[in-house]
C-alpha cells in the first residue's frame, strides 16, 4: 500500500469514527462501505481537495 493510500484510508477510519459519535442512527446508517464508496465517488468526480501529506 502506499503511503497515499494509508493516509486516506487513516483519513476515511477518522471519518467513520466521527460519524458513530453523531447518534446510534448515523453509526448504522453510515457504514465503512458506505462512507467507502461515497469518498471514491466524491473523488471520482473531481469533488475533494487534493490530500497533501502532512510534514510532522
Given at each position: 500500500?502506499?503511503?497515499?493510500?494509508?493516509?486516506?484510508?487513516?483519513?476515511?477510519?477518522?471519518?467513520?469514527?466521527?460519524?458513530?459519535?453523531?447518534?446510534?442512527?448515523?453509526?448504522?446508517?453510515?457504514?465503512?462501505?458506505?462512507?467507502?464508496?461515497?469518498y471514491?465517488?466524491l473523488?471520482?468526480?473531481?469533488l475533494?481537495?487534493?490530500?497533501?501529506?502532512?510534514?510532522?
Amino acid at each position: 500500500m502506499t503511503e497515499t493510500a494509508r493516509t486516506a484510508r487513516q483519513a476515511l477510519i477518522m471519518r467513520f469514527e466521527r460519524v458513530q459519535t453523531w447518534s446510534g442512527r448515523k453509526a448504522r446508517l453510515f457504514t465503512p462501505a458506505h462512507i467507502t464508496t461515497a469518498y471514491e465517488r466524491l473523488k471520482a468526480t473531481g469533488l475533494l481537495p487534493r490530500m497533501v501529506p502532512s510534514s510532522v
